[in-house]
């Protein structure tokens, strides 16, 4: 694992994924978008109003995934000390945010015309708004300090305790007799929604999936690269010659990734 998290090599295998994965997230969100807008059907007691689930629910599920992948690289930042693991972590915290941050504004635009209210003090809306508050506090608390190894430190602490709350959210309609429907997709005995609607379901899930990739990515590279330019200031390699061989571009990388890790 720690050979393939080298930033080195991460850069040359995402760098070769990356056309794929752009190229199968559009197609997998044209697809996802045409069925849940005009290919599947209206729901015989919420109408066109249910269209909102193919947001919600994909936004919600990746809200969940992305805090289990941050507190994953929180625990291997805290035990390995990788800066790659550091670097996954603070990149997906803003991506997990804001697909909860969805989550929360459709499930209200989908609440009001079925509940009859925008909000209720509901256990798996309520987790769901701590969920958010995590993430903003993660967010918070790694930039809070001036030495970032220390920001790094408190931060993986806090999504680890933060985990907590993932089976929280996902078995309060089970623990609690709640206001919100319970589950319909992940559940003992099978999905129990109609496989019409379940199709589109599952490509917008897949779609976000494709986009969060990308995303986590592509600020990944972005770190990566202004690591290698500072490793290259202090090293003066900047007022020598360009450097064309491929080998040294790895080693600036690792360069930049050591200067990281002994921040």
């Not at 045409?34 to 689930?53: C, E, F, H, K």
């Not at 690289?73 to 991506?95: E, F, N, Q, Y």
Request: neutral net charge; aromatic residues 12%; proline residues 5%.
């Amino acid at each position: 694992m720690h050979r393939f998290a080298k930033p080195s090599v991460f850069l040359k295998l995402t760098g070769a994924m990356m056309p794929w994965v752009v190229a199968l997230t559009v197609i997998l969100t044209a697809t996802g978008l045409y069925l849940a807008l005009i290919g599947s059907p209206v729901d015989y007691q919420q109408g066109n109003t249910v269209r909102i689930m193919y947001i919600h629910v994909p936004a919600a599920w990746m809200g969940l995934f992305c805090y289990v992948g941050m507190a994953l690289c929180g625990a291997m930042s805290l035990i390995w000390k990788h800066p790659l693991a550091d670097i996954c972590a603070r990149a997906t915290a803003p991506v997990g945010a804001t697909f909860t941050a969805l989550t929360l504004i459709t499930g209200s635009l989908w609440g009001e015309p079925m509940w009859g209210t925008w909000w209720v003090w509901d256990a798996r809306l309520t987790s769901m708004l701590i969920l958010l508050f995590l993430y903003l506090g993660y967010i918070a608390l790694v930039n809070a300090f001036d030495d970032p190894e220390r920001g790094s430190k408190a931060g993986s602490a806090l999504a680890l305790v933060g985990a907590i709350n993932v089976p929280i959210v996902k078995f309060s309609v089970d623990w609690w007799n709640t206001l919100h429907q319970p589950a319909s997709v992940a559940r003992m005995g099978g999905p129990s929604i109609d496989p019409s609607m379940l199709a589109p379901l599952l490509i917008m899930a897949f779609a976000f999936t494709g986009y969060y990739f990308i995303v986590l990515v592509l600020r990944v590279r972005l770190e990566l690269n202004q690591r290698r330019i500072r490793a290259l200031q202090l090293s003066g390699l900047f007022d020598e010659r360009p450097v064309a061989s491929g080998d040294h571009d790895e080693l600036a990388y690792d360069q930049g990734h050591n200067a990281g890790a002994s921040k």
